[in-house]
């Protein structure tokens, strides 16, 4: 899985904290205090995220309305898993990756082990 570029990144942003489907134009609007795309490239990126599934669209008049379809852990957890996988040894990988965490990290770690383990939602 590849990274998102720059600006599918700041488009991500504000659909994850977007609390309903949004048009191109307000993504546009939020995006403007950091940076000043056009419309028409803002549109295209958007296309392209509905493409490869982080967005779903319904035609609301002349336009579309996006939403993310899955969120922030999701990307990242896809993220994680591309960077074992391209590792020749994984297991070591994932050792380094635990032995970088702070205490706190490693308990929400083993929380959500044993959920795994047992079936059960992670705390």
Known sequence: ???????????????????AALPVREVLNRLRPDREPAFTTVQTVMDILYRKGWVDRRLEGRGYRYWATAGRDDYVAGLMSSALESSPDRAAALARFVERMNQAEIEELRAALEAAR????PP
Not at 118 to 121: P, Q
């Open 1 to 19: 899985m590849r990274g998102f570029g720059e600006l599918e990144a700041a488009i991500m942003d504000v659909m994850w904290a977007a609390e």
């Open 118 to 121: 047992t079936g059960e939602s």
